[in-house]
Nanobody, 122 residues
Framework: QVQLVESGGGLVQAGGSLRLSCAAS????????MGWFRQAPGKEREFVAA????????YYADSVKGRFTISRDNAKNTLYLQMNSLKPEDTAVYYC???????????????WGQGTQVTVSS
């Protein structure tokens, strides 16, 4: 089981940037595809971005494509999400999770952490 801790959220004005991190415990981090998800108040959790185990494949939700970049450092057991040109509608709690392969990232297998709050003011 991989334990996940998200960080890096905060309050930012529209058009600003934030970089989220997800620190993972365990030696199997590099074996999994990883993903970022978010949940806005009153809404269901939704997929944001995913990356394959080697970092060679990435996928993004249409709503963040061109603005967000997912990356990973397997040597540091850390997943990142660089968020640029932030919009008020990006306001949400952001979570990371994992799956055996990137095709299955919509159904992650890990336990959800506490997430990190991102608030974008207009």
């Amino acid at each position: 089981q991989v334990q996940l801790v998200e960080s890096g959220g905060g309050l930012v004005q529209a058009g600003g940037s934030l970089r989220l991190s997800c620190a993972a415990s365990g030696r199997t981090f590099s074996s999994y595809a990883m993903g970022w998800f978010r949940q806005a108040p009153g809404k269901e959790r939704e997929f944001v971005a995913a990356i394959g185990w080697s970092g060679g494949s990435t996928y993004y939700a249409d709503s963040v494509k061109g603005r967000f970049t997912i990356s990973r450092d397997n040597a540091k057991n850390t997943l990142y999400l660089q968020m640029n040109s932030l919009k008020p509608e990006d306001t949400a709690v952001y979570y990371c999770n994992y799956s055996p392969n990137i095709v299955a990232i919509a159904r992650p297998v890990g336990s959800w952490g506490q997430g990190t709050q991102v608030t974008v003011s207009s």
